[in-house]
């Protein structure tokens, strides 16, 4: 029996050996190495993760917000050191990354924002009192602002909202000079405020010359490399229009509002022009080709396809000529103005009735860059 029990103490003895000497068979080094690794992991706020020592393999598992977040957090417990172990400086476990890693959420793709060129904004005030804004802005910022104050000064009158952002505005004023226009354009009986790039023009009429020389004052005098003119008919008072225009858009725009649907009469198959209202109006057209300065008037002459091709041809051109040297004759610099007939070939509507043939017999005007 003596035998026996020396041979049971050697073994116990071989067993503790075992168990203080070979790390990876040590359950009390492998809690250790276990409390470690949380200790780590927690100091570094990696508070998803969740340690299980199985022998000397340290088991990560968890839900991880990232695959990065489950790398950082498996590289710090890989070099950890046992706090409480006795041999110091020993790496001896190893880890297993076991985390459960969230799917990311898609990227959503923001639209790009497009250059805007020209970069426009318009606000007209038609007839009725109802009104119309539409355009380009820098921002949200800005969209929300422009249609905030339109909602307060116009109130139920305010009828279409068309404004997109862009890029491409002439500088951070952009938004300022459209909220100085819209209370002017207000007190206006119709009319129209368009900005172009740094070019602002009003048009429109109103019953009051006190009105129209107000806004006349705030259109010549805008800030920040802004410039403005404007084209306000006052019935039964002499044309006060200030400021140039100096984009040919406007210029065309301005024609063409002016114009509208009223006609420049003749006498019956003459060049000779007919009624004061042809009269008013060429007048009113003659103001605005001087505003448009530095551009050229093309006027176009077309008639209705009643009498010989040669005939309407020559007629065309006798009458836009007739326009072109009243115009001169009414301070616009004919240098500048061009007459070209198009007889019978240029139709906008039927010559088979009597309303079409009306129609077709007509007076354009289309501005164009200077020579």
Known sequence: ???????????????????????????????????????????????????EMDGNIAKLTGDAPSQVLADEAANIAAKTECKTCKKKGKIWHKVSNDFNVAKAAPIKQQPAVQVVSPYTFRVTKNEDG????????RNAAERDRVIAEAEALYGDRLRAKKIRIGNGAPNDGWGDIISMHMPELDMLDSGVFTLN????????KVGDAAIRDRINTVVTSLPGGY?????????????????????AG?????FDQLKGS????FASARAEIRGAQSFDLLNTLASAANQCKTFRVLVEGHTDSEGADDYNQQLSEQRAASVVAYLADNGVDISRLTAKGFGENQPVATNDTPEGRAANRRINFVVTQSE
Do not use: Y
């Not at 109802?130 to 802005?137: N, R």
């Not at 790039?197 to 429109?204: E, H, I, N, P």
């Open 197 to 204: 790039d740094t070019q602002a023009l009003v048009r429109g």
């Open 262 to 265: 009223a006609r420049i009469n």
């Open 1 to 51: 029996m003596g035998k026996w029990l020396w041979g049971f103490i050697i073994l116990a003895i071989i067993s503790a050996l075992i168990t203080l000497l070979t790390p990876w068979g040590a359950s009390k080094h492998s809690v250790e190495m276990g409390d470690s690794i949380r200790s780590a992991l927690s100091a570094d706020k990696f508070d998803f993760a969740k340690v």
């Open 130 to 137: 109802a009104v119309d804004i539409s355009g380009v802005v």
């Open 250 to 254: 406007l210029c065309q725009s301005l």
């Open 227 to 247: 410039g403005g003119a404007a084209n306000i008919v006052v019935p039964n008072a002499q044309a006060v229009n200030v400021g140039e225009v100096k984009d």
